[in-house]
Nanobody, 125 residues
Framework: QVQLVESGGGTVQAGDSLRLSCAAS????????MGWFRQAPGKEREFVAT????????YYADSVKDRFTISRDNAKNTVYLQMNSLKPEDTAVYYC??????????????????WGQGTQVTVSS
């Protein structure tokens, strides 16, 4: 089992930045690839970014590429999502997720094994 707890959400204005954190506990964190997803009201959960076990590879949704950066600190069992140049359309609940698989990258939510409870990000115009 892996437990994930997100933090760092809030309300900001368009153009601002936020950094989300996801603290993991349980089984060996470094064995899992990690991802961030988001879900806006009335919409399906969508992929945002993922990072491999060794931090060597990252992959982003086109909508956030060049604005968001995913990173991880395996010594701290934490994954981060740095969000810059935020837009109102980035407003959503952001979820951290983990999967244990030899395949990378994985962008489909149903392939992730563990999920956090989510943190709200609201971007006003």
């Amino acid at each position: 089992q892996v437990q994930l707890v997100e933090s760092g959400g809030g309300t900001v204005q368009a153009g601002d930045s936020l950094r989300l954190s996801c603290a993991a506990s349980g089984r060996t964190f470094s064995s899992y690839a990690m991802g961030w997803f988001r879900q806006a009201p009335g919409k399906e959960r969508e992929f945002v970014a993922t990072i491999s076990w060794s931090c060597g590879s990252t992959y982003y949704a086109d909508s956030v590429k060049d604005r968001f950066t995913i990173s991880r600190d395996n010594a701290k069992n934490t994954v981060y999502l740095q969000m810059n140049s935020l837009k109102p359309e980035d407003t959503a609940v952001y979820y951290c997720a983990a999967y244990y698989s030899g395949r990378y990258p994985i962008t489909r939510s149903y392939e992730y094994d563990y999920w956090g409870q989510g943190t709200q990000v609201t971007v006003s115009s």
